[in-house]
């Protein structure tokens, strides 16, 4: 069968991001023998143009749109992302009669509501890899297709979903069809997952509604292998796309050690929970090629941590950092700013912590994105921050009414006020054409590892990076 994979992805802030979903599917639908093309509008400078000449080439019998998220998580200067993908879904529905699935993160986080907006016929939720590949599969036997809680069909009932996800084991993506090298030149690094699954319960995380809360990982053998081709292919960086890349603590030793075993000549960074890092840990990190640590630390204040019911306490994020700074690694926390209980003094608390790390850099985001099936959803109705009918496929934030709507203004005079902070919500230290001028001396890794080089925080010039 011939099958059209469409990846609707093109923000390109603060980096192009490979489709690696997209690439567990390749795999299944090449092994099962099927002709594949693949559509990725990331780097399309006239995406009508470009997809109704595929479309006139290859002639699919099917089209599956992957969409990656539905905007772009930031306030107040927040992107909805439907738009473009109804205009991609459009062009295709002109061009030609054959039917069009959707899945992928973004559309499974409101799958029933996304399947009723966009023009298409079936919706995949959650991991696609085994559903796709069956659903392809009874198309081609001509075998009748009913829906399940993770496959939708356009006019027939909605099964319930069912809590936690499926159980399936994370396979090896295939990048063949892909540009993985433009990826390495403009975005800077390449993207690896050696698990699924989030055991923890953040108020407002999406990771366990869409990997479940079981942990699965990879072979080490099999990430191991996934490097090697990578190395091979030219690919000297690479980032760790796990939720938390040092839980479990002994499948991430076991790993690193299998690295620094074979000697990779590649750098890497990756996000991690402070809970689970310790000295020992961070060595075999760093011997294997580590030099970038991402804490989601989201708040300084001991009260916030509770309030977002984070797995971890003041106390670790201070030792975690410590160990990062004894080590010589760089490492950056990410904030949230403006959670359930949030007020001036729990955002001093934060930004006197972070004064007191000095870290390589801090990210903060503004407001909390609320999804639908989070605890944060629950939270926002019983406060009226929304109402039933809300339509959470268009970014809604929770912003805690203790601030008087003086979020920004806040954290703004604050963040200005010091040299490594980077704000994306008000454009402080980060803006699309300072990052462009980064990349183009072919930088490698994250980019918040070059704030703490800026004499003074700013939207640019590149020149203050010298």
């Known amino acids: 069968m011939k099958v059209l994979l469409i990846s609707v992805n093109r923000e390109r ?15 299944g639908l090449r092994e099962g023998g099927h002709q594949i093309e693949i559509m990725d509008l990331c780097f399309s400078q006239e995406v009508s143009v470009d997809l109704n000449k595929t479309l ?22 927040s992107v909805s992302y439907l738009e473009e993908v109804e205009e991609v879904i459009k062009i295709c529905r002109q061009s030609t009669s054959s039917p ?43 075998d009748p297709i009913s829906p399940s809680p993770y496959f939708l069909i356009k006019g027939k009932p909605y099964p319930p979903m ?3 996800g499926r159980v399936y084991p994370v396979r090896h993506p295939d990048r063949a069809l892909f540009e993985t090298r433009r990826y390495l030149e403009e975005g800077g690094m390449a993207n690896i997952q050696t698990k699924r699954g989030c055991p923890f319960s953040c108020v407002y ?43 479990p603590p002994s499948y991430t030793e076991a790993l690193c050690r299998e690295m620094v075993q074979r000697k990779f000549n590649v750098k890497w960074s990756a996000f991690v929970n402070p809970s689970f890092l310790t000295g020992s840990l961070l060595n075999w990190m760093k011997e294997a090629g580590c030099e970038g640590i991402e804490f989601g630390t989201d708040s300084g204040s001991p009260q916030m941590l509770e309030n977002y019911k984070k797995s971890f ?4 994020i201070i030792r975690s950092s410590n160990i990062c700074s004894k080590l010589n690694v760089n ?15 729990t955002i001093e608390e934060s930004f006197r912590l972070m004064d007191q790390l000095d870290p390589t850099a801090i990210i903060a985001m503004l407001g909390i994105r609320i999804y639908p099936g989070t605890e944060m959803e629950q939270i926002s109705l019983s406060q009226g921050v929304i109402q039933q009918d809300a339509l959470l496929i268009y970014p809604h934030f929770y912003i805690s009414p203790e601030l008087g709507g003086r979020l920004s203004e806040i954290v703004q005079e604050k963040a200005l006020a010091r040299k490594k902070w980077i704000v994306p919500g008000l454009e402080i230290n980060i803006t699309q054409n300072l990052i462009e001028q980064i990349r183009r001396f072919r930088i490698r890794g994250p980019l918040w590892e070059l704030v703490g080089r800026m004499k003074k925080p700013r939207v640019g010039p590149l020149r203050d990076l010298k």
């Open 56 to 77: 006139l080439r290859f002639q699919p019998n099917l089209i599956g749109i992957s969409l990656r998220n539905l905007d772009n998580l930031t306030y107040p200067t």
């Open 313 to 316: 306490t003041q106390e670790d």
């Open 205 to 247: 995380c999406t990771y366990p509604l869409l990997e479940g809360k079981e942990i699965r990982t990879r072979k080490t053998e099999e990430v191991i292998e996934e490097i090697r081709q990578l190395v091979e292919e030219g690919v000297d960086y690479i980032y760790f796309v796990d939720d938390i890349f040092n839980y």
């Open 13 to 27: 802030m603060p980096f192009p991001v490979f489709p690696l979903g997209l690439a567990y599917i390749v795999r």
């Open 331 to 345: 490492y950056c926390h990410y904030l949230l700013f403006g959670g359930p209980g949030e007020n001036e003094e």
């Open 100 to 142: 069009i699935v959707i899945g992928g993160s973004g559309y499974s986080l409101a799958p029933k509501e996304l399947l009723q907006h966009f023009d298409v016929d079936f919706g995949i939720v959650g991991e696609g890899e085994e559903v796709f590949l069956q659903f392809v599969k009874s198309i081609e036997k001509g």
């Open 162 to 164: 069912i809590e936690g």
